[in-house]
């Protein structure tokens, strides 16, 4: 099998179980609780994670997310 070859059996197991999740731009109550996890996650662990002010807040909520929370 090359790689470039996906196995049909395993989309068929995979798809057993269908997850609808909206857009972020259609929760965009979401987008502070995501971005403080994604600054902690990549802040080394002796650091405190930065802080989002009120004006990045405002920003991120304004945007459209046309890459939803891959952008994000």
Not at 1 to 8: A, C, D, K, Q, Y
Not at 37 to 64: G, I, M, V, W
Request: proline share 10%; no cysteine.
């Amino acid at each position: 099998m090359s790689s470039e070859t996906f196995r049909h059996d395993l989309l068929y197991r995979l798809n057993v179980i269908n997850i609808q999740l909206p857009p972020l731009r259609e929760r965009r109550e979401d987008i502070p609780l995501l971005a403080a996890h994604f600054l902690r996650k990549h802040t080394p662990r002796n650091q405190t994670p930065p802080q989002l002010d009120e004006t990045a807040l405002s920003y991120l909520n304004h945007y459209t997310w046309p890459g939803n929370v891959r952008e994000l």
